[in-house]
C-alpha cells in the first residue's frame, strides 16, 4: 500500500486501522501507523475510540446469538452485557494490537476514557478550517468523489477538476473557486492558489486574508478580491472593494491596491495594468442563483423517473414522497398492505431538494415499521441517508425482528450488513466510510449481499469501499422489520438502542446482488448534485 500523505490524517488512519483489523496492513504502513500515533494526540484518541466500538461491536453480535437462546430472559441478558469481558475481541484481532495498546495506553483504554490532569476528561479537538458549503459542477481529483458540499476541511491541497466550489473560512472569509485550480488551505485565514479562479469576500470580522502564489502575495483587508493564476505561475490580482497590499517576486516590493485596480504579476516583470471586470467571475450570489435553478431542475428529473414503472426484481422502493400522514407506499412489487410502512414517532422533514420529503430519526421510539415476506438467494439494499451524529454501538438502517437480515451502521462509521446461517451469522463490516465530517451531508449507502456465492460488498456514494467472503448457501429472509430502528421478536424489558440519528428519504430492496455500475449509476440518478447529462451536472 502506498501512504497517501495529501489526505486528511483522520481518514488515513481509519483505513490503516482497518487493514490491520483485516490482516493487510504493510509494514510502510505499519511504521508510519505507529509514528502518527506517538506524535499526535488526537490521534490516539480517535483509534482508542475505533478500537473501543469494534470492540463494542464483537459483543454486540456475541449477544444477539445468546438472546435467541435465552430470549425468555432479557434481565439476566442485561446484567451479562454489563459483565461481558473484552479478551475475546482482543484475540480475534491478534498481535498487532499490543503494538497500539503501547502507544495508547493499556489501562486507559479498559477504563474507556480520555484521562487529564487529576482524571478530568479531555476535549476532542478538530484541525477542521474551512468548510466546502456550495458546490456546482464539480469533479474532484481522488478517492471516494472528493469532498461534498456541508463537509468541514483541513489542511491540504486540493484538486478539482472541473466546476465551481465555495469555501467558507472559520475566519469569515469565503472564497469561490473555479476549476481546474489547486487550491492549498493553509490555515483559517491563508490559502495558496497554483491554479485556476478565486473570488475572494473578506468581511470585517475576518480580520483579512493572505492568499499567494508562485510569484505573488496578496494581503486582503475588508474586500472583494480576484485572482486569476494560469500557465506558468502568471496571475492577475484585481480588487473590486476595499483595499490591499500586493507583493510580487518581480517588483520585491509591497504596492498598496485600492478600489477598482487590476494588475498582472509575473517572475521578473514590475506590476503591469490589467483589465478585468466582477462579471468575469462566479460570485457568492451568482452560485447560489446557479445552484437554485439547478435544484428544482433536478427534482423534477427524478420526480418523472418515478412514473416509470420499477423494474421486477425491486421487492420494495419508498420514495418518501408523501410528506404527511402515517403511511410509507411501496412502489417496489411486493404486493398488498403489508408492504406498506408504518411510520412510528418520525416527523416528516425536508429531504435532499427542498420540496422533496424525508423522514427524520431522533428518539429512541422513531421508527417505519414494514413486513416483506419472501425468501432470496441475494439481495441488495441502497438507501439516500443523512446522518447527524453516531452516538450507538449500532445504528439501525433495516433489521428484521428476528435477527434474520441485519443492515445498520456501526458507530465507528462502518457500514455492516449480516444474516442468520446455521447456528452463527455471517457478515461483512466495510471499513469507516461515515465519518464526523460526513455529518449531516446526504450519503448514498448500499450494501450487497449474494447468499448463493457467499460474497458481501459495501458501497459509499456510488462507489465500493469493501468486499467481503462468507460462507455460500445463506438464505436472505426480512419478515416483520424496521427501517432506522430495531424491535427484537418476542422483547420483554429492555434490549440494545439501536436506532438511527439522522434522516432517511428514499430507500430500495432489490432481490439480487448489484454489480458495482449498477450501485454507480442509481448513486448518480439520484444524486442531489448530479444532473443529466443533457442539462450538464451538478456536483
Same mark, same amino acid.
Given at each position: 500500500?502506498?501512504?497517501?500523505?495529501?489526505?486528511?490524517?483522520?481518514?488515513?488512519?481509519?483505513?490503516?486501522?482497518?487493514?490491520?483489523?483485516?490482516?493487510?496492513?504493510?509494514?510502510?504502513?505499519?511504521?508510519?501507523?505507529?509514528?502518527?500515533?506517538?506524535?499526535?494526540?488526537?490521534?490516539?484518541?480517535?483509534?482508542?475510540?475505533?478500537?473501543?466500538?469494534?470492540?463494542?461491536?464483537?459483543?454486540?453480535?456475541?449477544?444477539?446469538?445468546?438472546?435467541?437462546?435465552?430470549?425468555?430472559?432479557? @434481565?439476566?441478558?442485561?446484567?451479562?452485557?454489563?459483565?461481558?469481558?473484552?479478551?475475546?475481541?482482543?484475540?480475534?484481532?491478534?498481535?498487532?494490537?499490543?503494538?497500539?495498546?503501547?502507544?495508547?495506553?493499556?489501562?486507559?483504554?479498559?477504563?474507556?476514557?480520555?484521562?487529564?490532569?487529576?482524571?478530568?476528561?479531555?476535549?476532542?479537538?478538530?484541525?477542521?478550517?474551512?468548510?466546502?458549503?456550495? $458546490?456546482?459542477?464539480?469533479?474532484?481529483?481522488?478517492?471516494?468523489?472528493?469532498?461534498?458540499?456541508?463537509?468541514?476541511?483541513?489542511?491540504?491541497?486540493?484538486?478539482?477538476?472541473?466546476?465551481?466550489?465555495?469555501?467558507?473560512?472559520?475566519?469569515?472569509?469565503?472564497?469561490?473557486?473555479?476549476?481546474?485550480?489547486?487550491?492549498?488551505?493553509?490555515?483559517?485565514?491563508?490559502?495558496?492558489?497554483?491554479?485556476?479562479?478565486?473570488?475572494?469576500?473578506?468581511?470585517?470580522?475576518?480580520?483579512?486574508?493572505?492568499?499567494?502564489?508562485?510569484?505573488?502575495?496578496?494581503?486582503?483587508?475588508? $474586500?472583494?478580491?480576484?485572482?486569476?493564476?494560469?500557465?506558468?505561475?502568471?496571475?492577475?490580482? @484585481?480588487?473590486?472593494?476595499?483595499?490591499?497590499?500586493?507583493?510580487?517576486?518581480?517588483?520585491?516590493? #509591497?504596492?498598496?491596491?485600492?478600489?477598482?485596480?487590476?494588475?498582472?504579476?509575473?517572475? *521578473?516583470?514590475?506590476?503591469?495594468?490589467?483589465?478585468?471586470?466582477?462579471?468575469?467571475?462566479?460570485?457568492?450570489?451568482?452560485?447560489?442563483?446557479?445552484?437554485?435553478?439547478?435544484?428544482?431542475?433536478?427534482?423534477? #428529473?427524478?420526480?418523472?423517473?418515478?412514473?416509470?414503472?420499477?423494474?421486477?426484481?425491486?421487492?420494495?422502493?419508498?420514495?418518501?414522497?408523501?410528506?404527511?400522514?402515517?403511511?410509507?407506499? =411501496?412502489? *417496489?412489487?411486493?404486493?398488498?398492505?403489508?408492504?406498506?410502512?408504518?411510520?412510528?414517532?418520525?416527523?416528516?422533514?425536508?429531504?435532499?431538494?427542498?420540496?422533496?420529503?424525508?423522514? +427524520?430519526?431522533?428518539?429512541?421510539?422513531?421508527?417505519?415499521?414494514?413486513?416483506?415476506?419472501?425468501?432470496? +438467494?441475494?439481495?441488495?439494499?441502497?438507501?439516500?441517508?443523512?446522518? +447527524?451524529?453516531?452516538? =450507538?454501538?449500532? %445504528?439501525?438502517?433495516?433489521? +428484521?425482528?428476528?435477527?434474520?437480515?441485519?443492515?445498520?451502521?456501526?458507530?465507528?462509521?462502518?457500514?455492516?450488513?449480516?444474516?442468520?446461517?446455521?447456528?452463527?451469522?455471517?457478515?461483512?463490516?466495510?471499513?469507516?466510510?461515515?465519518?464526523?465530517?460526513?455529518?449531516?451531508?446526504?450519503?448514498?449507502?448500499?450494501?450487497?449481499?449474494?447468499?448463493? =456465492?457467499?460474497?458481501?460488498? %459495501?458501497?459509499?456514494?456510488?462507489?465500493?469501499?469493501?468486499? %467481503?467472503?462468507?460462507?455460500?448457501?445463506?438464505?436472505?429472509?426480512?419478515?416483520?422489520?424496521?427501517?432506522? =430502528? #430495531?424491535?427484537?421478536?418476542?422483547?420483554?424489558?429492555?434490549?440494545?438502542?439501536?436506532?438511527?440519528?439522522?434522516?432517511?428519504?428514499?430507500?430500495?430492496?432489490?432481490?439480487?446482488?448489484?454489480?458495482?455500475?449498477?450501485?454507480?449509476?442509481?448513486?448518480?440518478?439520484?444524486?442531489?448534485?448530479?444532473?443529466?447529462?443533457?442539462?450538464?451536472?451538478?456536483?
Amino acid at each position: 500500500m502506498s501512504v497517501d500523505r495529501s489526505a486528511p490524517w483522520r481518514r488515513q488512519l481509519d483505513e490503516w486501522l482497518w487493514e490491520a483489523r483485516e490482516g493487510r496492513l504493510e509494514p510502510e504502513a505499519r511504521a508510519a501507523l505507529n509514528a502518527l500515533l506517538r506524535r499526535d494526540p488526537e490521534a490516539r484518541r480517535h483509534a482508542r475510540r475505533t478500537l473501543q466500538n469494534d470492540g463494542v461491536l464483537e459483543e454486540e453480535l456475541r449477544l444477539e446469538r445468546v438472546e435467541r437462546v435465552f430470549e425468555k430472559e432479557p @434481565l439476566w441478558l442485561e446484567s451479562a452485557r454489563r459483565a461481558a469481558s473484552p479478551r475475546p475481541w482482543l484475540a480475534r484481532y491478534g498481535s498487532w494490537v499490543a503494538v497500539l495498546l503501547v502507544v495508547l495506553g493499556v489501562a486507559s483504554l479498559w477504563r474507556g476514557r480520555e484521562g487529564g490532569a487529576g482524571g478530568e476528561r479531555v476535549e476532542s479537538t478538530s484541525a477542521g478550517i474551512a468548510v466546502l458549503s456550495r $458546490s456546482l459542477g464539480a469533479e474532484w481529483e481522488g478517492a471516494l468523489g472528493g469532498p461534498r458540499a456541508g463537509e468541514l476541511l483541513e489542511p491540504g491541497w486540493l484538486g478539482l477538476r472541473s466546476g465551481t466550489v465555495q469555501l467558507e473560512f472559520l475566519s469569515g472569509a469565503t472564497l469561490v473557486v473555479e476549476g481546474p485550480a489547486e487550491l492549498e488551505l493553509v490555515s483559517r485565514v491563508e490559502g495558496v492558489l497554483r491554479r485556476g479562479k478565486v473570488y475572494g469576500r473578506v468581511p470585517g470580522p475576518a480580520g483579512g486574508f493572505r492568499m499567494r502564489g508562485g510569484d505573488f502575495e496578496l494581503e486582503a483587508g475588508e $474586500s472583494n478580491f480576484g485572482v486569476v493564476v494560469g500557465e506558468g505561475g502568471v496571475a492577475k490580482v @484585481l480588487l473590486w472593494e476595499g483595499d490591499g497590499m500586493l507583493k510580487s517576486a518581480g517588483a520585491g516590493e #509591497w504596492k498598496r491596491m485600492e478600489k477598482g485596480m487590476a494588475l498582472r504579476v509575473e517572475r *521578473g516583470v514590475a506590476f503591469a495594468d490589467a483589465g478585468g471586470a466582477e462579471e468575469f467571475f462566479t460570485t457568492p450570489r451568482v452560485l447560489e442563483e446557479r445552484l437554485a435553478q439547478g435544484m428544482t431542475r433536478r427534482l423534477e #428529473w427524478w420526480r418523472a423517473s418515478l412514473r416509470q414503472a420499477p423494474p421486477e426484481d425491486v421487492l420494495v422502493h419508498y420514495a418518501f414522497e408523501e410528506m404527511a400522514g402515517r403511511e410509507l407506499g =411501496n412502489r *417496489g412489487w411486493v404486493g398488498g398492505e403489508a408492504a406498506r410502512g408504518w411510520i412510528v414517532g418520525s416527523p416528516w422533514v425536508e429531504g435532499r431538494w427542498p420540496g422533496k420529503g424525508a423522514l +427524520d430519526f431522533k428518539r429512541v421510539s422513531d421508527r417505519v415499521r414494514i413486513r416483506v415476506p419472501g425468501e432470496w +438467494d441475494a439481495i441488495t439494499w441502497m438507501a439516500w441517508v443523512r446522518v +447527524d451524529s453516531l452516538p =450507538n454501538a449500532l %445504528h439501525g438502517l433495516v433489521l +428484521d425482528g428476528a435477527a434474520h437480515l441485519h443492515w445498520q451502521i456501526t458507530g465507528a462509521g462502518e457500514l455492516q450488513l449480516g444474516a442468520l446461517h446455521g447456528k452463527g451469522r455471517e457478515r461483512g463490516v466495510s471499513p469507516p466510510v461515515i465519518t464526523p465530517e460526513r455529518f449531516g451531508q446526504w450519503l448514498h449507502l448500499a450494501s450487497s449481499f449474494d447468499g448463493r =456465492n457467499g460474497r458481501i460488498c %459495501h458501497y459509499f456514494n456510488g462507489e465500493r469501499v469493501s468486499e %467481503h467472503r462468507v460462507t455460500p448457501g445463506v438464505k436472505l429472509r426480512l419478515s416483520e422489520a424496521d427501517i432506522g =430502528n #430495531w424491535t427484537p421478536e418476542e422483547s420483554r424489558g429492555g434490549h440494545a438502542v439501536r436506532n438511527l440519528n439522522g434522516r432517511m428519504d428514499e430507500l430500495l430492496l432489490v432481490r439480487r446482488a448489484l454489480d458495482p455500475e449498477e450501485v454507480r449509476r442509481h448513486f448518480q440518478s439520484g444524486d442531489p448534485a448530479y444532473l443529466p447529462p443533457v442539462t450538464g451536472a451538478i456536483r
